[in-house]
Structure formats: C-alpha cells, structure tokens
C-alpha cells in the first residue's frame, strides 16, 4: 500500500473472531501478553539481553546454516558508532554480537522505510570492519605479520525489514555478498547481508511447513496481537523467543515504559495517518505538532529522540515531524 508518508500505511483493524489465537481489539489497539518488538528500544531490550544469546544464536543458525556457529556473545560496546567524517551521520546498531573466531554479526530491526536502505546497510558493514583494524593496530604485542595485515574476520548485517524493496514479490529472504559479475565466482566472504522482508508475507496466519523465514517474519509482525504461541511456531527457537516476549517477564518500570511507548506509538500513528489525509507536507506538519506541547524546544527534542530510539523512525521522519535538524537531536541519542 503507498501512502504519503514513506513508510507507514495506517493500521489495518483486527477482526473479531481470526485463524490465529490472537487477542481481538475491536475498539483499537490495548496491552497484550508480549512485547511488540517492532519498535527498536524493545526489539534491543528483549534481543539484546543478557541471558538471551541462546535465542540470537539458534535465529543465526536458522539464517546461516551454511557456517558452525557455536557461540556468541553481546559486544561490549555502546550501539553508536561514529562517523570520522565531520559533519558526518553516526550509526547507531540495534544488536551487535562476536563469534569465537570473531565473527561479527549486527542485528537490526527496521520498522519505517528508509530511503537507500541498501547502501545505509553497506555504511552500517564498515564499522566493524574498521574496529578489527584499530583493534590490530593497536595490539602492539601481537600484530599480525604483514601479509595477514587485512584478514579480518567476517561481518553479517542481518536486517529485519517491515517495509519491502521488492514491489510486488512474495519473496521474504533476501541474501548479498560481493560476486563476480560474469561467473558469480565468490570475491570475499568478509561481507554479507541478509534482508528479511517481513511485509512479504501477505497471510494472516501461520503454517508448520512454512519456512524459518516465513515464521519468524510472522511471529515478529504479530508478536504485539498475540495471546499465545501459535501451534505451527513449536520449534526451540520460537519457545524461547515467545518466553522472552512476555511482558510479565518484565520488571514493574519495563512495564510502564511498555505501556507509555505503546501509548506514544499509537498517537504518533494517528498524527501521520490524519496528516496523510489532508495529502500535502503542510498538513503533516501541523498535524505532528499537534503531538507535542507548542512553542516548548525541549519537548521537541525529547519527542525526536524517543521517535529515533523508541519508536523505529529514521531521523529524517524525526526530523520532519519536529522541524528540528538532525544535529539538534542527535547528540542527545546515546
């Protein structure tokens, strides 16, 4: 569905009575069992945890199985990486974990569109390819010789996507890397991406032979309706990501904060669906500050940055909506 507003198409109603045990909100959308992990700050907050690296490894076993990945464990670093450009846009990774052989793989959930996703993702691939280099550069006791001076070891960008860059396909999983154009010989296996489009996946409900892709990409979407695990979704991994989804697992403040976000995320989705209704850019404006207390500088800045981090915008749409530039906000993002 195209709308206006790059990315957001306005929420569909749930009916009553569905295939799938889910909870029915006939008069709009309310706190249900799990956890919406669409929406970054809990997509990191349950993904991201400490305890749940079982349930990041067996997803990376299930979208890689071409690699032995025995363990892995969270990087012990801040999610924001800095551009060495001036003036340059920061990255900013949702999950990012390390194989014993160094391996890394960067995790992220996309909720809204963003515009050159692909080479954003590129962008995003070179961070911790430059780490391993400072790393070795500054190991003064153990470099490596000369000839092993670029032998890095891999890095996987896994993206979640609830947005397609495929009009019109059915197809979910999307797989990169650098080839030979003529002979698709294999350039590197240093670099590669793996898309999931989870929008691809046009039914409302659940199959047991349906693929790990087709799966997750429900389980992920549906995640916030759900009452309880489907039947088809009986595999480890969904019982242990089901587990970590449930908001009683959750301390009594994640619990508020659950239920303000999800209470911000449905303003914010009724501002830009009446802003795409008046149809121009002037109409989404006053529609977005009718969110925010008028003429309050501070309540902009902390509505730009609870969009960025909480509620899975881009900073251009935070930037739009509050008629702040990025650099007014960003810096504020840790």
């Known amino acids: 569905m195209k709308t206006l507003v790059s990315g957001y198409a306005p929420p569909v109603p749930l009916p009553l009575k569905l295939e799938e045990p889910r909870i029915a909100y006939p008069s709009g959308p309310a706190i249900g069992r799990y956890v919406d992990i669409l929406y970054d700050q809990w997509f990191k907050k349950i993904l991201g945890a400490e305890g749940n690296e079982g349930l990041i490894l067996d997803i990376l076993r299930e979208l890689i199985p071409e690699r032995t990945i025995d363990r892995v464990s969270y990087t012990k670093k801040k999610r924001r990486k800095v551009n060495p450009f001036i003036d340059g846009h920061d990255a900013y990774f949702d999950i990012e ?94 670099i590669n991406f793996i898309f999931l489009e989870m929008t691809n996946l046009k039914r409302d409900s659940v199959l047991p032979e349906d693929s790990f892709a087709e799966k997750i990409s429900f389980a992920f979407t549906h995640m916030g309706s759900l009452r309880e695990r489907p039947a088809a979704l009986m595999e480890q991994v969904f019982r242990k990501l089901f587990t970590a989804c449930e908001i009683k697992q959750l301390s009594k403040e ?71 530039k990025p650099e007014q906000f960003l810096n504020q993002i840790t």
């Open 97 to 190: 974990c390390t194989e014993k052989d160094g391996t890394r793989f960067v995790v992220e959930m996309q909720k809204t569109e963003q515009v050159n996703f692909p080479e954003r993702a590129l962008f995003y691939a070179t961070f911790p390819i430059q780490e391993q280099m400072e790393a070795e550069r500054k190991n003064k006791n153990n470099r490596r010789s000369h000839d092993r001076q670029f032998d890095y070891a891999p890095v996987y960008i896994i993206s979640f996507l609830n947005f397609t860059l495929h009009e019109g396909s059915d197809r979910i999983l999307y797989r990169y890397s650098l080839l030979e154009n003529s002979s698709g010989v294999l350039m590197t296996d240093r």
């Open 254 to 324: 994640e619990q508020s904060q659950y239920k303000t976000d999800m209470t911000t995320k449905m303003d914010w989705e009724n501002i830009l669906y009446t802003a795409e209704l008046r149809g121009t850019e002037r109409g989404m404006e006053k529609g977005m500050k009718r969110g925010i207390e008028k003429g309050a500088r501070d309540a902009l800045v902390a509505t730009a940055k609870r969009m960025v981090q909480q509620l899975g915008y881009t900073t251009e749409q935070a930037a739009e909506a509050t008629g702040l």
